[in-house]
DNA sequence: ATGTCTCAGGGACTGAGA
């Protein structure tokens, strides 16, 4: 069983490579964020050729997230309970597994722009949010994966420059006590489960080449409850996709469940 | 060193967001 999430920044540009690597690395389920288009505009027809399902939850311009999926998802649902939000950022199914019920969340957690700023006042408010839901969540679905990008690097090997960014937005000491506070209900992230290449990002800005110097941050993460963990057989971050033409600026992350 | 990309509005560029 392998899950995958990749922040796409407008599935409209990128729906060529999402097929090429649906196609490529045939994922059981694959979270999208960043979508950027309205539910009318999701691309049913080329998803369902792939062979695949899928589930979403958009808005026009920004975020948005999907789930795409081989066999379809049950108990869909949008957004996080008892937070009222008219960002598109959350959206969970169910899937049965030989090894039992798996409850996957697609989470596009708010950049929050600069330290300080409103945008990350919110962002501070979503996690604290998301926090509270999830644990009930875990309570009723105990084999719970939560994938996404979730714009936080949660220690400084996950930066390529920690001096440079430390004390910014995606690496401040709140942003990273949240993470914490998500984790210790009792999350892991799966990519630290194994031994990884130093210097491992899933997310290259755009600008100043950041990618050919690999100048990134590891923001895109797969969290598993503890009876997943124990399941998790490999995580990796495919880099191919972020050196095509017209890539996004987020690199697939993938986790092998059994 | 705010250098890139996407989208919207409006019909060339500018601004927002990341």
Redesign the pocket.
Known sequence: MKIATWNV??L??RLPQVQDWLAGQRPDVLCLQ?I??EDRDFPLAEIGAAGYHACFSGQ???NGVALISRDPLSEVVRGIAGFDDVQQRVISGSLNTASGPLRVVCVYV??G?SVGSD?YQYKLRWLAALTTWLSGELAKYPRLAVLGDFNIAPEDRDVYDPAAWKDQVLCSAPERAALRELLALGFVDAYRRFDQPEKSYSWWD????AFRRNRGLRIDLILLSGLLADSCQSCTIDKEPRRAE?PSDHAPVSAELV
């Open positions: 920044n407008s409209k540009v960043e950027k288009q026009k311009t920004y708010p950049n722009q945008k755009y600008r100043m080449m017209r």
